[in-house]
């Protein structure tokens, strides 16, 4: 990841500072981007009105599990017969 971050990096520090070993420099960009980051995030997170979570779980039917379940019994079959022989 180091390799793709550093050179984005260089483009926003200052043309005379663009050596490895001014490491404050990059630390203070990284710093700067992480603070534009956040608050995208936090203003992002404010639209859709709730934290990135997974939001309420779906639930299925006692039908729709036992099609599942025997849709998944029937691909376990098919694996064991063709491993078998």
Do not use: C, H, Y
């Not at 404050?24 to 859709?48: F, N, P």
């Not at 036992?66 to 078998?84: G, L, M, N, V």
């Amino acid at each position: 990841m180091s390799g793709i971050m550093i050179p984005m990096l260089f483009k926003s520090i200052p043309k005379g500072r663009k050596s490895m070993t001014d490491l404050g420099a990059v630390l203070a960009t990284l710093k700067q981007e992480r603070d534009k980051l956040d608050e995208a995030i936090a203003a992002l997170s404010g639209l859709t009105g709730n934290s990135g979570g997974g939001g309420a779980r779906r639930k299925l039917s006692a039908a729709a599990r036992e099609r599942i379940a025997a849709a998944q019994r029937k691909r376990w079959a098919k694996f064991k017969k063709k491993k078998a022989r």
